[in-house]
């Protein structure tokens, strides 16, 4: 149980310095009250039980213990060092990666309010 919780914890820490250092640079000020709902939400309380579930059900002990290796490893250091560059490296992309998928899902929504309108016409021409 213990290398469970130090995994765990490891995960943690990783995904939320990552999030934090991301967030740090993009989010608008006004995010500041939602911002303060999440964290009194997602408190590590909270979240540790389903965190050790999560690992316990998903890895087994060999795997664990795999991963604490790599951690304490020089390529894993260099790794939990180097993802918060990362992330903030892909939230800078993923709008360009992202506009596309907009424009396509704009299209759809463009035609399915006109297909809702020429419903409604048709349905008042009957009446």
Do not use: H
Request: proline fraction near 5%; include cysteine.
């Amino acid at each position: 149980m213990n290398k469970l919780f130090a995994t765990a914890l490891i995960w943690m820490l990783i995904c939320g310095a990552a999030a934090a250092a991301a967030a740090a640079n993009n989010a608008p000020a006004s995010d500041a009250s939602m911002s303060a709902v999440v964290t009194d939400m997602l408190n590590w309380e909270a979240l540790l039980p389903m965190y050790l579930r999560t690992f316990r059900a998903s890895f087994t002990q060999d795997e664990i213990d795999g991963v604490i290796k790599f951690y304490k490893s020089p390529a894993g250091r260099a790794y939990v060092k180097k993802l918060p560059l990362v992330m903030q490296n892909v939230m800078r992309e993923m709008p360009d990666f992202m506009k596309p998928v907009q424009e396509k899902m704009m299209a759809i929504q463009r035609e399915s309010i006109q297909e809702l309108k020429d419903l409604k016409e048709k349905d008042d021409a009957k009446k």
